[in-house]
């Protein structure tokens, strides 16, 4: 099979690269039934986590199969299931244009495009992920426009109707941050860059457009919450889960206490979905 063009475009660091490729098979005459290159995937069913953790599972199981993750790429975990759970249970209108922003491996895309989504544009900084999204999207049969670059690249071209986001939340005792660690260091408060998503995610917005954003709630949810109701946007949490401290946060949990972010004995991290919606412009 040929494929006619999935309109990739990768932008890093001035340097712009296009693969054009944007006619993908649907799901229906592409089952995406491609091996996985041994040692880069993971399974991303109810136990695609890097430990044990209780609380959201994939009840969308995306996908079936692997995903494919290069190193360096942030691995779906409780988070992503966690926003593709809200996702579900949103009442996303289909045919609309969906954006997810910080996409890692692309699971976020996929449960849009499963959820009825006819446009899914993807991005992350990461050059990896970038490509790992490109082609977990392309092997699933999903049509969508992939960016390597800034997140904010992808707004101002057209509204979306639904914008889904995992950023990077975690307090870290370090403003500079560098390779892997990107996907989830957020300056000392978490909110490196929440506070920029929340200020221009409204900008990108439909007319009765819906943002879904999961964070931690180390990193200040009522923050979220003010900045996108100070836009106009209608905001509240539509989900909760208690979740096991990772290596990250096991490693940092010294410093957490000692600054008052947490109690020293605590042991488990808040996760929260907020929803953003906009009304008639």
């Given at each position: ?19 054009a ?7 229906s ?15 991303v ?14 009840r ?20 992503t ?42 991005v ?63 300056g ?35 923050r ?10 209608k ?7 208690s979740?096991?401290?990772g ?6 949990a ?10 020293p ?17």
């Amino acid at each position: 099979m040929t494929p006619a063009s999935c309109l990739i475009n990768f932008r890093c660091r001035g340097t712009s690269v296009t693969i054009a490729d944007t006619s993908l098979p649907t799901p229906s005459t592409h089952p995406g039934a491609y091996p996985a290159s041994p040692g880069m995937h993971d399974r991303v069913d109810e136990a695609a986590t890097t430990e044990p953790m209780a609380g959201p599972r994939n009840r969308l199981r995306i996908p079936t199969r692997a995903l494919l993750r290069p190193p360096g790429v942030y691995a779906p975990q409780a988070d992503t299931w966690l926003l593709a759970e809200a996702l579900t249970e949103a009442g996303i209108p289909r045919g609309g244009h969906a954006v997810d922003v910080f996409t890692g491996t692309g699971a976020l895309a996929i449960a849009a495009a499963r959820i009825g989504a006819a446009t899914v544009t993807a991005v992350d900084i990461s050059r990896r992920a970038a490509a790992a999204a490109w082609l977990n999207l392309r092997l699933r049969g999903v049509p969508a426009r992939v960016h390597c670059g800034d997140f904010a690249s992808v707004f101002g071209h057209r509204d979306y109707d639904l914008v889904v986001a995992n950023p990077p939340y975690v307090p870290a005792p370090h403003e500079t941050t560098v390779g892997a660690a990107r996907a989830w260091d957020a300056g000392a408060d978490g909110r490196a860059l929440l506070d920029r998503l929340c200020e221009l995610v409204p900008t990108a917005l439909a007319p009765r457009g819906t943002t879904l954003i999961v964070q931690s709630a180390l990193a200040d949810p009522d923050r979220t919450l003010d900045a996108l109701r100070a836009q106009n946007l209608k905001a509240t949490v539509v989900a909760r889960a208690s979740v096991p401290f990772g290596p990250v946060l096991r490693a940092r949990a010294a410093w957490l206490a000692h600054t008052g972010r947490i109690a020293p004995t605590t042991e488990t991290e808040e996760l929260v979905v907020i929803r953003g919606d906009r009304g008639h412009r």
